[in-house]
């Protein structure tokens, strides 16, 4: 059964760091490429950041280009998302999901239950 | 960035009936598009990948079609368990980016 887990959110201040982590199982985990997409409170699905199964491709949102960055370690079965420089924008639920391929450019399957960040003071 | 845009963004419907939604991108985008059912508080769930294909385990009575730019969701006979908001996206190239959502309602 494949189980996708996130972790790390939190409340933060502007300005602000955080690194969210997703632990998934049940699956090859070097086979397939991961994402993180989030959800602003009352507001749609924003696509954040994709990396492919060998980690070699990283693809991110212009909101987020330059501050945060996506990772994985093949040998953990985890990707990070390292935050930095936080707004009161990116206050959202954030989810992670695997990828049908080890691409990046291929449609999700399995997603986990998210992880709420609160970027306030 | 290649943009969606879905129609309606909002509908009620009654229990039985067919009801269709539309996603639009503003260039061409092959069979790169997936559609999503979230219900309040749950994560998004995958209805249909490469336009056409259901998802294992989503129901029967959702359908997807269209290729290139137009796009369509459809629901055969609609169910009080299909209230929720739907979403395409697009995954090609570049940003996957999403469109603003449909709220079904009974």
């Known amino acids: 059964e494949v189980q996708v887990l996130e972790s790390g959110g939190g409340l933060v201040q502007p300005g602000g760091s955080l690194r969210l982590s997703c632990e998934a199982s049940g699956f090859t985990f070097s086979n397939y490429g991961m994402t993180w997409v989030r959800q602003a409170p009352g507001k749609g699905l924003e696509w954040v950041s994709s990396i492919s199964g060998s980690g070699d491709i990283t693809e991110y949102a212009d909101s987020v280009k330059g501050r945060f960055t996506l990772s994985r370690d093949n040998s953990k079965n985890t990707v990070d998302l390292q935050m930095n420089s936080l707004r009161a924008e990116d206050t959202a639920v954030y989810y992670c999901?695997?990828?049908?391929?080890?691409?990046?450019?291929?449609?999700?399957?399995?997603w986990g239950q998210g992880t709420l960040v609160t970027v306030s003071s | 960035d290649i943009q969606m845009t879905q129609s309606p963004s909002s509908l009620s419907a009654f229990v039985g009936d067919r009801v269709t939604i539309t996603c639009r991108a503003s260039?061409?985008?092959?069979?790169?598009l997936a559609w999503y059912q979230q219900r309040p508080g749950k994560p998004p769930k995958v209805l249909i990948y490469g336009a056409s294909h259901l998802q294992s385990g989503a129901p029967s009575r959702f359908s997807g079609g269209g290729y290139g730019a137009d796009f369509t969701l459809t629901i055969s006979s609609l169910q009080p368990e299909d209230v929720a908001t739907y979403y395409c996206q697009q995954y090609g190239s570049g940003p996957k980016t999403f469109g603003q959502g449909t709220k079904v309602q009974i």
């Open positions: 260039q061409g985008i092959l069979n790169h």
């Open positions: 999901a695997t990828i049908r391929a080890v691409v990046v450019t291929d449609a999700t399957n399995y």
